[in-house]
Nanobody, 119 residues
Framework: QVQLVESGGGLVQDGGSLRLSCAAS????????MAWYRQAPGNQRELVAR???????NYAASVQGRFIISRVVAENTVYLRLNSLKSEDTAVYYC?????????????WGQGTQVIVSS
């Protein structure tokens, strides 16, 4: 079974930075597609960044150039570096893992970590 545990959220001032972590349990972590989503109050959950094996990344237009997603296979962890934060980045950030079908399949979610950007 896959479990995801996020950490690193908090309160930060406009223009500040944070690093979110998502620690994953399970085998063959390097084969999973990992992503960060966020959901602000009253809004739908939206994709922020995704990393697909081997290290292909893509970002939402709203965070391109400010956020960086990375994966450390040895740690079974994916990170999201949030730079130049704005008030509109305030949301609960969720980690998502999609396991290849040949290794069991499935889409898994963490519990979320809150990011609040104060102006």
């Amino acid at each position: 079974q896959v479990q995801l545990v996020e950490s690193g959220g908090g309160l930060v001032q406009d223009g500040g930075s944070l690093r979110l972590s998502c620690a994953a349990s399970g085998n063959l972590f390097s084969t999973w597609t990992m992503a960060w989503y966020r959901q602000a109050p009253g809004n739908q959950r939206e994709l922020v960044a995704r990393i697909t094996p081997p290290q292909i990344t893509n970002y939402a237009a709203s965070v391109q150039g400010r956020f960086i997603i990375s994966r450390v296979v040895a740690e079974n962890t994916v990170y999201l570096r949030l730079n130049s934060l704005k008030s509109e980045d305030t949301a609960v950030y969720y980690c998502n893992a999609v396991r290849p079908i040949q290794y069991g399949g499935g889409s898994y979610w963490g519990q979320g970590t809150q990011v609040i950007v104060s102006s």
